[in-house]
């Protein structure tokens, strides 16, 4: 078996899909779930704005319920990531990447201002457009290898085809990765500071583990 | 080199393609987004090229995920659009009030639906009852319906219990799921009928 991430450390299993911890996943996992407790435990913050002209400023408030949402958002995307860092089977994977690019946009989409929502929407066009390379990749392994776990691919006894590996690449980088193409000023410069660092973090962490899957198929 | 899985590929890919074409030429926010729901349908059919079982168990999450995001997507476009209340106006459907037809045509569409029985059947049946109280523009209460319904999932529910933990009760665990999914589906269905006339 080809490793990357190290010889994982102990398995998991459902049936079929076999969760593993390497030491990179394991690391990985450890760093979504560390943030998750970040967003878990933080309060949100308050952007202030200066007046021109004027020793004055504005401080904008966020409303309970847009928190209570923002921060219900950022967990199920911890989640969502955690789940997406250790899976061995390659549709579950998928499943997991697109959970959090729907976690992202419920994000982002939260902010009541029509230029936020803009670039919402369009991220989520993006997301939407996405999964099709991306389960499209999936189906694909699926039915040239015969299987979707990653520890019989990484066997290498069975060839995986180059054009399996491109659409995974290019779904994924539709799907969970916001900042990548989506580094919108709208989008990030809306208020509640610790929640959309898990756009970008879930992004990061799905950009490694997607470099892992692709080198181990 | 050119099975039949590389043609159906190779159709399902051109038939994405077309969809993103059109997508490029798009500029309507509302029309990409159904444009982008066509294109879905190509990566379910190259899921289910896969020709087995395992295409079955594949499909429904990932028509599930295409589904979720579409209705987060609707969601946002009205916000940012700022449509905030958008009543159904209902069908509209003109029935004679003595014509019998609505009451035979529903009959057949139940009884064959309790045939097929399972998730088709409740479909069917339930379209049967829709139809019947869009063209009484029935107006009643539901709270009957909804506690069928709930008990139907709790059925539904239970049998899977059976399934996991008493193997050997798997024909008495089949009929109750089927019967509760059938009964669950035709209450909503009949729900989603009643609820489309009323107005706010």
């Known amino acids: ?217 | 080199m050119w099975n039949e899985y590389s043609f159906g590929l190779a159709i399902a890919f051109a038939c994405a393609l077309i969809g993103f074409a059109a997508l490029t030429r798009e500029r309507d926010d509302l029309h990409k987004l159904l444009l982008i729901d066509l294109v879905e349908t190509a990566s379910l059919a190259v899921i289910a090229l896969i020709g087995t079982d395992l295409a079955e168990a594949l499909i429904l999450p990932g028509l599930v995920v295409g589904i979720a995001e579409l209705l987060a997507l609707s969601q946002i476009y009205l916000t940012k659009e700022g449509y905030q209340q958008n009543p159904v106006k209902g069908l509209n459907i003109e029935v004679m009030m003595r014509s019998p037809a609505p009451v035979i045509l529903s009959t057949i569409l139940v009884v064959y639906g309790i045939i097929l029985s399972g998730f088709t059947g409740g479909g069917i049946a339930g379209l049967g009852v829709v139809f019947f109280l869009m063209s009484r523009s029935f107006t009643g209460d539901f709270h009957v319906l909804e506690i069928a319904s709930g008990i139907s999932w709790a059925l539904w529910v239970a049998a899977f219990f059976v399934f996991m933990f008493l193997p050997g009760w798997w024909y008495f665990a089949l009929l109750g799921a089927a019967i509760g999914i059938l009964l669950k589906v035709i209450t909503k269905m009949s729900l989603v009928g009643a609820m489309w006339g009323e107005t706010e």
């Open chain 1, 1 to 217: 078996m080809n490793e990357i991430g190290g010889a994982p450390l102990f398995f998991l299993e459902f049936g079929d899909i076999v969760i593993y911890f390497s030491p990179f996943t394991i690391t990985l996992f450890l760093l979504a779930l560390v943030f998750s407790v970040f967003v878990l435990v933080s309060r949100p913050e308050r952007q202030i704005d200066i007046a021109f002209g004027a020793d004055a400023f504005y401080a904008k408030v966020i409303s309970l319920s847009e928190l209570k949402f923002r921060r219900f958002m950022s967990i199920a995307c911890g989640l969502a990531c955690m789940g997406a860092m250790v899976t061995g089977d390659l549709f579950d994977f998928t499943l997991f990447v697109s959970l959090v690019g729907i976690c992202n946009v419920g994000i982002v989409a939260a902010v009541k201002s029509r230029h936020v929502q803009n670039a919402a929407y369009q991220y989520g066009l993006v997301a939407l457009a996405g999964t099709v390379p991306m389960f499209a990749a999936a189906a694909m392994v699926a039915a040239t290898t015969g299987t979707l776990s990653m520890l019989e691919l990484a066997e290498g006894t069975i060839q995986v085809p180059l054009a399996a590996r491109a659409l995974l690449v290019l779904g994924v980088m539709g799907e969970g990765m916001a900042p990548f193409y989506a580094a919108k000023a709208e989008m990030f410069r809306a208020p509640g500071a610790p929640y959309v660092i898990m756009c970008s973090l879930s992004s990061l962490l799905i950009f490694l583990r997607v470099a892992e899957v692709i080198l181990v198929l």
